[in-house]
T-cell receptor
Framework: DTGVSQDPRHKITKRGQNVTFRCDPISEHNRLYWYRQTLGQGPEFLTYFQNEAQLEKSRLLSDRFSAERPKGSFSTLEIQRTEQGDSAMYLC?????????????FGPGTRLTVL | DAKTTQPNSMESNEEEPVHLPCNHSTISGTDYIHWYRQLPSQGPEYVIHGLTSNVNNRMASLAIAEDRKSSTLILHRATLRDAAVYYCILRDLNDMRFGAGTRLTVKP
């Protein structure tokens, strides 16, 4: 399967712990996006990379959140000192292109539960 | 940020056409109109996009009003597998901003 993959699929953690999620985009896709989705809502944009450069960050991305994409390949999203409000589905998407017409391909998401 | 307005939910009968409306009165000249859908327990998937002209692909058709302040996604023959949340999105260069979407229920 050459689609977008995310790991882990599910994560349960205690409040205050740090968590890290990984996203492997479709090979050769230069753009990678992170979204957060809570129950009953559409995905909310968090940040995106073009190759290894992080080009935009949402105000939703507090200083507890950090994302990296070393060498323009896979990406990681880390949440430090998790809070119960961080419980959500975290979606990754990738695309090829540099315009607002490129198609984003989404992964299955990582569901985070903070106890 | 340009926003979209969609009905919260719609119902359709299987094998009948479905018209999903979207209002985007604050659309700018460079915004593309994208539609994605999200099936249960899956990430969103691309359906169709357009700028000014109507568009057709194997999944659906997109009808765009002449003033671009509204658009309609058309599923020509709804199947049970089309039951999903459909998102109408105005896309600028850097990101996609989803609304709450329209939950489509397809009745057999």
């Amino acid at each position: 399967d050459t689609g977008v993959s995310q790991d882990p699929r599910h994560k349960i953690t205690k409040r205050g712990q740090n968590v890290t999620f990984r996203c492997d985009p479709i090979s050769e896709h230069n753009r990678l996006y992170w979204y957060r989705q809570t129950l009953g809502q559409g995905p909310e944009f968090l940040t995106y990379f073009q190759n290894e450069a992080q080009l935009e960050k949402s105000r939703l991305l507090s200083d507890r959140f950090s994302a990296e994409r070393p060498k323009g390949s896979f990406s990681t999203l880390e949440i430090q000192r998790t809070e119960q409000g961080d419980s959500a589905m975290y979606l990754c998407a990738s695309s090829f292109g540099q315009t607002n017409t490129d198609t984003q391909y989404f992964g299955p998401g990582t569901r985070l539960t903070v106890l | 940020d340009a926003k979209t307005t969609q009905p919260n939910s719609m119902e359709s009968n299987e094998e009948e056409p479905v018209h999903l409306p979207c209002n985007h009165s604050t659309i700018s000249g460079t915004d593309y109109i994208h539609w994605y859908r999200q099936l249960p327990s899956q990430g969103p998937e691309y359906v169709i996009h357009g700028l000014t002209s109507n568009v057709n692909n194997r999944m659906a058709s997109l009808a765009i009003a002449e003033d671009r302040k509204s658009s309609t996604l058309i599923l020509h023959r709804a199947t049970l597998r089309d039951a999903a949340v459909y998102y109408c999105i105005l896309r600028d260069l850097n990101d996609m901003r989803f609304g709450a979407g329209t939950r489509l229920t397809v009745k057999p």
